[in-house]
């Protein structure tokens, strides 16, 4: 049971933080399509408290996409504590402290999984944190590392002690990066040190993973990262098959179309539209992934900025798609 502050929710299935990615219009596609809980991308504390405004709009939720997690990262203990403050102005359920990112830039300066490296100072970071604000406090991080310094049970257990109320693990190293395979037994054996929810991340990309990754290991939630980019509908295929065992109503390509554009809109509205449309590239692959002629259209995509254009081009698409269905029919 994924149980943090008012949120109780039997086999979570979560949208990871994701630079870049996360933002409020992907969360609320995300949430609409059976997200439980959504996290945003992380928000670096000391530009927090620098009041950047491209940090502070990092902090920005929407009603529709509740519970949702605002994360933090950084290595100082009086800096993630005062940001842990200003993210809370913001309301969110609950608060998320990034320490597994593995990137060099973050590791180097002792935030994200560097803070693997000495985990009684990740505990007093964290400690103040838990104390410096009255929202849960969740943590996400990684097994170790590297695989001669796995210290996970240490650190599950340090967290909770602290305070903590949920823990997500990445289950794979600093140094694996997002590559290699995670290594899931972990998550059993956290549960057997800890009592607060333990939610899984690591290549969970099917539907029919997340189904494994709660059989298997017995996770209180599952945390969806990549498989959800340009792929939102892997929350309520998900669902599905938690509920029937299997995927019972495909997507198809109206609800493929249908969600691209309503993401982009809804970007369009937060963003302003040169942005969003710009942006919106990156996702072109995955919704019109498995559609016929799709390299076609991404193409003609590419060379637009306006929304209605963009509009234009997919329900033509859409249009033709149905053609060509009814003329399949009918031959
Ligand atoms: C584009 C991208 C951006 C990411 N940004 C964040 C982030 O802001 N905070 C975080 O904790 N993890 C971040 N991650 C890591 C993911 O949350 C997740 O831990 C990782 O991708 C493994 O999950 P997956 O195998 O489902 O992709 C990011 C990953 C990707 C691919």
Request: glycine letters at 6%; a neutral charge; hydrophobic letters at 45%.
């Given at each position: 049971?994924?149980?943090v502050?008012?949120?109780?929710i039997?086999?979570?299935?979560?949208?990871a933080?994701m630079?870049?990615?996360?933002d409020?219009?992907?969360?609320?596609?995300?949430?609409?399509?059976?997200?439980?809980?959504?996290?945003?991308?992380?928000?670096?504390?000391?530009?927090?408290?620098?009041?950047?405004?491209?940090?502070?709009?990092k902090?920005?939720?929407v009603?529709e996409?509740?519970?949702?997690?605002?994360?933090?990262?950084?290595?100082?203990?009086?800096?993630?504590?005062?940001?842990?403050?200003?993210a809370?102005?913001?309301?969110?359920?609950?608060?998320?402290?990034?320490?597994?990112?593995?990137?060099?830039n973050?590791v180097?300066?002792?935030?994200?999984?560097?803070?693997?490296?000495?985990?009684?100072?990740?505990?007093?970071?964290?400690?103040?944190?838990?104390d410096?604000?009255?929202?849960?406090?969740?943590?996400?991080?990684?097994?170790?590392?590297?695989?001669?310094?796995i210290?996970?049970l240490?650190?599950?257990?340090?967290?909770?002690?602290?305070?903590?109320?949920?823990?997500t693990?990445?289950?794979?190293?600093?140094?694996?990066?997002?590559?290699?395979?995670?290594d899931?037994?972990?998550?059993?054996?956290i549960?057997?040190?800890?009592?607060?929810?333990?939610?899984?991340?690591?290549?969970?990309l099917?539907?029919?993973?997340?189904?494994?990754?709660?059989?298997?290991?017995?996770a209180?939630?599952v945390?969806?990262?990549?498989?959800?980019?340009?792929?939102p509908?892997?929350?309520?295929?998900?669902?599905?098959?938690?509920?029937n065992?299997?995927?019972?109503?495909?997507?198809?390509?109206?609800?493929?179309?249908?969600?691209?554009l309503?993401h982009?809109?809804?970007?369009?509205?937060?963003?302003?539209?040169?942005?969003?449309v710009?942006?919106?590239?990156?996702?072109?692959?995955?919704?019109?992934?498995?559609?016929?002629?799709?390299?076609?259209?991404?193409?003609?995509?590419?060379?637009?900025?306006?929304?209605?254009?963009?509009?234009?081009?997919?329900?033509?698409?859409?249009?033709s798609?149905?053609?060509e269905?009814?003329?399949?029919?009918?031959?």
């Amino acid at each position: 049971m994924f149980k943090v502050g008012n949120i109780s929710i039997e086999k979570a299935i979560l949208l990871a933080p994701m630079e870049d990615i996360s933002d409020v219009s992907f969360r609320v596609v995300c949430k609409e399509l059976g997200a439980d809980v959504v996290y945003t991308e992380f928000a670096n504390a000391e530009g927090l408290i620098r009041k950047s405004e491209k940090t502070h709009k990092k902090l920005e939720i929407v009603e529709e996409e509740r519970p949702v997690g605002i994360q933090i990262y950084g290595s100082g203990v009086e800096s993630m504590a005062a940001a842990a403050k200003i993210a809370e102005e913001e309301n969110p359920d609950l608060i998320d402290i990034n320490a597994g990112c593995w990137v060099k830039n973050v590791v180097a300066h002792g935030a994200g999984a560097g803070l693997l490296k000495d985990p009684p100072f990740m505990q007093k970071l964290v400690k103040e944190v838990v104390d410096s604000v009255s929202l849960p406090v969740t943590v996400k991080t990684r097994l170790g590392i590297d695989s001669d310094s796995i210290q996970i049970l240490e650190v599950a257990k340090r967290l909770e002690d602290v305070g903590v109320k949920a823990l997500t693990v990445h289950c794979r190293t600093r140094v694996m990066g997002h590559k290699g395979e995670p290594d899931w037994d972990w998550i059993p054996r956290i549960k057997q040190v800890v009592n607060i929810p333990v939610v899984l991340n690591g290549n969970v990309l099917t539907p029919q993973d997340v189904k494994k990754a709660f059989d298997e290991t017995g996770a209180d939630g599952v945390m969806i990262a990549r498989g959800a980019i340009g792929n939102p509908w892997i929350f309520y295929e998900a669902k599905q098959i938690l509920a029937n065992g299997s995927v019972t109503s495909v997507v198809d390509e109206n609800l493929k179309i249908k969600t691209c554009l309503r993401h982009l809109l809804l970007a369009v509205k937060i963003k302003g539209e040169k942005r969003a449309v710009l942006e919106h590239r990156k996702f072109y692959s995955g919704y019109l992934k498995g559609l016929p002629f799709a390299a076609q259209v991404r193409k003609e995509l590419m060379t637009v900025i306006e929304f209605n254009l963009v509009e234009d081009i997919l329900l033509k698409y859409l249009e033709s798609l149905k053609q060509e269905a009814v003329e399949t029919i009918i031959n």
